[in-house]
Nanobody, 126 residues
Framework: VQLVESGGGSVQPGGSLRLSCVASGYTYTRGCMGWFRQAPGKEREGVAVMTNSGRSVWYPESVRGRFALSQDTANKMLHLVMNSLEPDDTGMYYC????????????????????WGQGTQVTVSS
């Protein structure tokens, strides 16, 4: 499985960005896929994770209502629209997929396994 992210950049507080991830060699019929971020000095955290069926999406409280995750099944793409961005949203954002949806993986990407993209930087500052 290969995951390639795009769409990061710099934006002022209150601005918006759209991240995209294209998957190749993806064969997980079950499991989850989503976006994680890691800021300097902080632990990695999940910010939007979806079951591969698309029926369930999870967001942490910190981004709920501002971030929206969607999938383009035909093109094997995952998009994350981020609105009302705040300086605390700054970090490296990673697209990831896993064969299961264990809570530890959904929350932090922990547990090993799965596939990860190389990351795209998001910087929110004035």
């Amino acid at each position: 499985v290969q995951l390639v992210e795009s769409g990061g950049g710099s934006v002022q507080p209150g601005g918006s960005l759209r991240l995209s991830c294209v998957a190749s060699g993806y064969t997980y019929t079950r499991g989850c896929m989503g976006w994680f971020r890691q800021a300097p000095g902080k632990e990695r955290e999940g910010v939007a994770v979806m079951t591969n069926s698309g029926r369930s999406v999870w967001y942490p409280e910190s981004v709920r209502g501002r971030f929206a995750l969607s999938q383009d099944t035909a093109n094997k793409m995952l998009h994350l629209v981020m609105n009302s961005l705040e300086p605390d949203d700054t970090g490296m954002y990673y697209c990831a997929a896993n064969a299961n949806c264990d809570p530890s993986w959904v929350l932090t990407g922990a547990g090993g396994g799965g596939a990860w993209g190389q990351g795209t930087q998001v910087t929110v500052s004035s």
